[in-house]
């Protein structure tokens, strides 16, 4: 049911505060301030490789995140794929390498085989699923369950969010394994996954201006999202979103590759979404967005306050967001970017929970 919500989108973004809470209580110790996995792996980090990541849609954008945080955190080198690709290609898997699997409904088709696979070739298999009881779930060496609960609505919104709570817990979980964490690397992360939940809720308070700026963008034919580090996933993401309920074209760059090709697009009519949190990129992408404004392009600047201060170029908006603990931005940004497309199809009139030529569960290659 969509309890007072227009569309179970709209009732599923604002769930993301209590269900990522829900799925972070599961992995973190919230009394030791230590990530805690409810399961044992039949793994040891340290004898890990590689790891690859293979899912669909939005779910391969929260492996695209995780790449960033295990390369990052546990020095582990990560390969992400699309399922299609990936179960075609005969990638060579070494026994004893890792594959994790990402699938909110356990039952995408190309995700299965790509696992199938896997398993042929003694990989260890782990998926991150929603739905405990699904076939990706059944056939995995090991699950890690987010803990969203049912997601009715065909853009993928709090599935996302929770993946990327696991996939955080489980790169702590590797960073701390390898020794390339310690003890008090790992307290300050467990500290930030925390606030998570609470930024999440901040986060939301950006609806009514968000719900103002998608009467611009309903008005635009394409738009074109641009971040640096776990923010270029998320503006795939931004995309994918975009186009899939309000059929308005949309693009995803990573900001850095805008003077390879995309930045011809750029003039009045093109709004260009920016995520930038105040991290260690930062600067590079306020240049990347002064190159944007220097040709006349619309910025839409998601940022914090200090962000919001330090970017030296004129926004058409700027959506401010709260400032955190910059590891883990992609879940609070994920909120103001989900917002954008669902006020932006809903302005548009199109069946946001059920759009065109989509299902919620893809079980056909
Ligand atoms: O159930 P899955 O997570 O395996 O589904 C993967 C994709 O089909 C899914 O994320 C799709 O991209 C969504 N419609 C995106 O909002």
């Not at 829900?22 to 919230?30: C, G, I, P």
């Not at 986060?203 to 034919?221: C, F, G, P």
């Not at 931004?238 to 850095?256: N, V």
Request: with cysteine; charged share 25%; net charge negative.
């Amino acid at each position: 049911d969509k309890a007072n919500y227009r569309h179970f989108m709209a009732k599923e973004i604002h769930e993301q505060p209590e269900v990522v809470g829900h799925t972070l209580a599961r992995y973190v110790d919230m009394a030791s301030e230590r990530v805690s996995l409810p399961v044992k792996l039949p793994f040891d980090f340290k004898d890990i490789q590689r790891v690859t990541i293979t899912a669909c849609g939005t779910a391969s954008y929260a492996g695209y995140v995780a790449k960033y945080w295990f390369e990052r955190m546990a020095r582990l080198p990560v390969e992400v794929d699309v399922a299609s690709e990936f179960r075609y290609r005969e990638s060579p898997l070494r026994k004893g390498d890792l594959a994790i699997f990402i699938s909110q409904s356990g039952e995408t088709a190309d995700t299965l085989a790509a696992l199938r696979y896997a398993k042929a070739e003694g990989a260890h298999t782990l998926a991150v699923v929603n739905v405990p009881t699904s076939t990706i779930a059944r056939e995995s060496e090991t699950v890690l369950q987010t803990l969203a609960g049912p997601e009715i609505g065909v853009a993928s919104t709090k599935a996302f969010t929770c993946q990327l709570m696991v996939l955080a817990s489980l790169a702590v979980a590797a960073g701390k394994a390898r020794g390339e964490l310690s003890e008090e690397d790992e307290t300050k992360l467990v500290h930030g996954l925390v606030e998570v939940p609470r930024l999440m809720a901040d986060a939301l308070t950006t609806e009514l201006q968000i719900e103002k700026l998608a009467h611009r963008i309903a008005k635009s034919r394409d738009v074109l999202y641009l971040g640096r580090g776990t923010s270029f996933p998320l503006a795939l993401e931004g995309a994918l979103k975009l186009k899939e309920i309000s059929y308005i074209h949309a693009e995803g760059y990573a900001a850095g590759e805008l003077k390879h090709g995309p930045i011809a697009l750029i003039d009045e009519t093109m709004p260009v979404v920016v995520i930038a949190p105040h991290d260690r990129v930062f600067e590079k992408t306020v240049s990347n967005m002064q190159e944007v404004a220097a040709r006349g392009g619309n910025i839409i600047l998601m940022t914090d306050a200090k962000g919001a201060a330090e970017a030296t170029v004129d926004s058409l908006v700027t959506i401010v967001m709260p400032d955190m603990a910059s590891a883990f931005t992609p879940m609070v940004y994920a909120v103001p970017v989900q917002l954008l497309a669902y006020h932006t199809a809903v302005v548009m009139g199109t069946d946001v929970d059920q759009p065109r030529n989509l299902a919620k569960s893809v079980t056909v290659e």
